[in-house]
């Protein structure tokens, strides 16, 4: 399936969902006639449905300006389509976002009240395994108006990263990835410390006996010249 058409699945899903969520089918007067679907609308066929149910993800959320609430939809390219992960995950600079493509997906957003949306939208990924401190890029690969992508990525850099999300702030939406650089762990100096430790100690512990080692050493030197001065006095007397 072309971006083209993964992009009219999801807008025409999330529009069918919203509009599902908030509409309610309007009392029927005595003797009137029900109304019939309009074959124009926008909803799925049974094909794209089933497209979505094995595609689509919750782990997308999003909130639009000044905290407008939006209903979300997106699909996950690693379900739908691994060639074209592996495709667009050669595009990347890893100059500009070092790490690795760990998540991409296809986003939709509408208001409650099922209209397509326009304008800044907040959208917080799941990612798991990410933390804070970890080297995060959000990757959004732009697309003309006909829903075709151009070849040119945009590097964002997110608003914030916690533990298991990434949230990140768009202007328009299309194909968004979510490359992770984990950080090093520092390595902590236990063995170093602990060698020193031991050195210190034997040290400690030779240094008395080296002490004790010298002070033999005095008194015996100290014994020997007076036996030699008491031997050069006896002879003296002898004189």
Known sequence: MKMKKLLAVVTAAVLTMATAM???????????????EDPDDDGLTPEEEEFLKKAATDKVSAVG?????????????NKVDEDVVKELSKQID?????????????VGVATAAGEEYSGKVTL????????????????????DADGNLTGEIEYIKPDSVGNGT????????????????????????????????KKTTTAAKKSPKTGNEDYTMIMLLSAAALGVMTAVSKKGKKA
């Open 65 to 77: 300006e000044n905290g407008t609430s939006l209903v979300t939809i997106a699909l996950d390219y």
């Open 94 to 106: 890893t100059s500009k976002a070092p790490g690795k493509l760990v998540g991409l997906y296809e």
């Open 22 to 36: 908030t509409a309610y089918a309007a009392p029927v007067a005595s003797g009137g006639d029900v109304s019939k």
């Open 166 to 197: 990434v949230t990140a702030t768009f202007t328009s939406l299309s194909p968004i990835g979510i490359v992770v650089q984990v950080a090093k762990a520092e390595k902590t100096p236990a063995k170093t410390t602990a060698a020193k430790t």
């Open 124 to 143: 917080t990924f799941k990612v798991d395994g990410v933390k804070p401190g970890d080297t995060v890029t959000v990757v959004h690969y732009l697309t």
